[in-house]
């Protein structure tokens, strides 16, 4: 379990508020989570791990409190936060090279593109929102 700052929340906050501007919520969460997909996005953007571990902590918290009184929008936000997470990480793992000193001197030949770490994250969050079970 990860300590959630205040800022997490806020980002869930956001992308809550954006996912009922953008979709239909009251309609089966099937067909809308992709648009909330969309909306939940920018949340995670330039986010470092521990940001975005707390973050998806706060979503998981925001599921498990949401799911007895709103079950599909607990399921749209669930199923609309694993296609993000999956998405950012196939996206980085497809076109984002990782250099771990990317930013040092310029006259230093770069070495080929190594394994980003942070895939290895958001797919461990991945995991950790599909073990979340709302009856």
């Known amino acids: 379990m990860y300590i959630v700052n205040e800022e997490s929340y806020e980002r869930v906050s956001t992308a809550v508020d954006e996912i ?17 997909a ?6 995670f953007d330039e986010l470092d791990e521990e940001q975005l571990r707390m973050t998806v902590s706060a ?9 007895d009184e ?24 497809t076109y984002v090279e990782y250099h771990e000193d990317s930013w040092d001197d310029e006259e230093v030949e770069k070495e080929e593109p190594q394994e ?4 290895d994250v958001l797919r461990e969050q ?10």
């Open 20 to 36: 009922r501007e953008a979709c239909e919520v009251g309609d089966d969460y099937m067909e809308w989570e992709d648009v909330a």
């Open 126 to 135: 991945v995991g950790r929102v599909q073990k979340v079970t709302i009856n």
């Open 116 to 119: 980003n770490p942070y895939i």
């Open 38 to 43: 969309s909306a939940i996005e920018p949340v």
């Open 59 to 67: 979503f998981i918290e925001y599921i498990n409190d949401t799911a």
């Open 70 to 93: 709103d079950r599909n929008m607990a399921l749209g936000v669930k199923a609309a936060l694993i296609r993000c997470l999956k998405e950012k990480a196939d996206y980085m793992d």
